[in-house]
């Protein structure tokens, strides 16, 4: 009896890979970011955790511009988000300031990890909903794991700002990792940004701004990474207050039934 010939796998375009690739270096840097906070170097640590969410922040746009997306494009993503988003920004916070408080320190970033793990679990299980609203894609259920780990590492960057030791209290750390993990999994609707379309009119004032944010960026690092929290942050009683507009709209015009929670309504 002759043996079943497996088929081969057929070769597949470099372009494809691309998008893989980014999520394989925002792995590799959130990970670089543990190994920088294991030799006390916060600074590049923060810095290894702000390209993880740079290269994440890219891998599904080129994907879907490349048209390269894929089922294991999309765990790989996930994959790499829990890891970058949510066990390195843990484990930084915990050799930074939170291990003084011993296991207590240690619960507390546990916490913040299974929340991480809970919310990119609620968007992979939302991203098979087909009878969502169209408007819903403008919109997170709950803050994304690149967003809190932005968020939960404020008081690093605080500290490089202002060079105050309060922020580097234990109490203070442990109140922004349970304020953002309770976030994370939280029906709070914020904005997504990827869905969003820009006016004709619109396009030249926001390259000025992009081009104001470069320059900050390079000058001022630290207080316009704080700028940028603040302003995300604030953003969210805007989005609370669109959704329920959107969702009262969509009610009057369908029924109820259609947007009746926001695990059925928005985004994970």
Not at 96 to 104: A, I, P
């Amino acid at each position: 009896m002759r043996p079943v010939k497996r088929p081969r796998l057929k070769a597949l375009h470099f372009n494809r890979m691309i998008p893989n690739i980014l999520t394989l270096l925002a792995l590799c840097a959130g990970l670089t970011a543990i190994r920088f906070s294991l030799q006390e170097q916060w600074v590049h640590a923060v810095v290894a955790l702000l390209a993880a969410a740079i290269f994440d922040g890219l891998d599904g746009r080129v994907a879907r511009i490349l048209k390269g997306t894929s089922k294991f494009g999309a765990e790989l993503d996930s994959l790499s988000d829990f890891i970058s988003f949510g066990v390195a920004p843990a484990i930084v916070l915990y050799l930074w300031t939170m291990q003084t408080w011993g296991k207590f320190g240690w619960l507390i970033v546990l916490i913040y990890a299974v929340c991480s793990a809970l919310r990119l679990a609620r968007f992979n299980t939302n991203m098979d909903e087909s009878d969502k609203p169209a408007w819903t894609v403008n919109f997170f259920t709950g803050v994304p794991a690149p967003a809190a780990a932005g968020l939960v590492i404020a008081p690093m960057v605080m500290s490089f700002q202002f060079n105050t030791t309060f922020v580097r209290e234990p109490a203070f750390v442990a109140g922004f990792l349970l304020v953002i993990a309770a976030l994370m999994i939280s029906r709070v609707p914020t904005f997504a940004l990827k869905k969003i379309k820009v006016a004709h009119k619109w396009v030249l004032p926001l390259m000025l701004i992009i081009g104001l944010f470069a320059a900050s960026i390079m000058s001022a690092p630290w207080a316009t990474l704080l700028a940028i929290g603040v302003i995300y942050a604030g953003s969210m009683p805007f989005s609370i207050r669109m959704f329920r507009r959107l969702e009262r709209e969509t009610a009057q015009e369908h029924g109820p039934s259609v947007v009746s929670d926001n695990d059925q309504s928005a985004a994970g």
